[in-house]
């Protein structure tokens, strides 16, 4: 069973500090990853998608991938009130599906 | 922004109808799919589809479910016989160039089976 882990949370964090989310996968043979966002009773919202190792920034939002670990991680510089959401990590094990995390839970304060 | 549209936003049914959501995936899209999230847990995938027909399904995509695009911009998720533990936010997805490129999410479904 292919799997996607990511701790709960809730994760708290002032305003204007960098979150930090993170998530491990169980496939070696990962192609894609994906970040979204979803607002409580919302539908999912793609922030960012990464396949290679490294770094990959969009505003502020820094997608980090290492596949050698497994893991990928989403870091909100500069946060806002909101960025309080929760955070869903998703990957696409080589076909048409996405599995998703359970999703961290990130609050801003202010 | 192109949206994906789903219909009806919540519905309530009584155990055992039939219930068809009703999806309008963006225009350019030739990728689409359902997920469905129960209540506190995660995103579950049912369906993709692509070129007419389905592409791939999760075990949870029994025979009591079924999809089709009976037109040029409608895809429909068709659940035969409802039952209590179908209650769920259904969503609907698209993409223009498949999984790889990440999907746009309808504003979802409320399925209540009562």
């Known amino acids: 069973q292919k799997e996607v882990e990511q701790n709960s949370g809730p994760l708290s964090v002032p305003e204007g500090a960098i979150a930090s989310l993170n998530c491990t996968y169980s496939d070696r043979g990962s192609q894609s990853f994906f970040w979204y966002r979803q607002y409580s009773g919302k539908s999912p919202e793609l922030i960012m998608f990464?396949?290679?190792?490294g770094d990959k920034e969009d505003g502020r939002f820094t997608a980090q991938l290492n596949k050698a670990s497994q893991y990928v991680s989403l870091l909100i510089r500069d946060s806002q009130p909101s960025d309080s959401a929760t955070y869903l990590c998703?990957?696409?094990?080589?076909?048409?599906?996405?599995?998703f995390g359970t999703g961290t839970r990130l609050t801003i304060i202010p | 922004e192109p949206e994906v549209t789903q219909t009806p936003s919540h519905q309530v049914t009584q155990m055992g109808q039939e219930v068809i959501l009703r999806c309008v995936p963006i225009s350019n899209h030739l990728y689409f799919y359902w997920y469905r999230q129960i209540l506190g847990q995660k995103v579950e995938f049912l369906v993709s589809f692509y070129n007419n027909e389905i592409s791939e399904k999760s075990e949870i995509f029994d025979d009591q479910f079924s999809v089709e695009r009976p037109d040029g911009s409608n895809f429909t998720l068709k659940i035969r016989s409802t039952k209590l533990e179908d209650s769920a936010m259904y969503f609907c997805?698209?993409?223009?160039?498949?999984?790889?490129?990440?999907?746009?999410f309808g504003s979802g479904t409320r399925l209540t089976v009562v």
């Open positions: 997805a698209s993409s223009e160039l498949g999984v790889a490129w990440g999907y746009t």
């Open positions: 998703a990957v696409s094990f080589g076909n048409e599906k996405l599995t």
């Open positions: 990464i396949y290679s190792n």
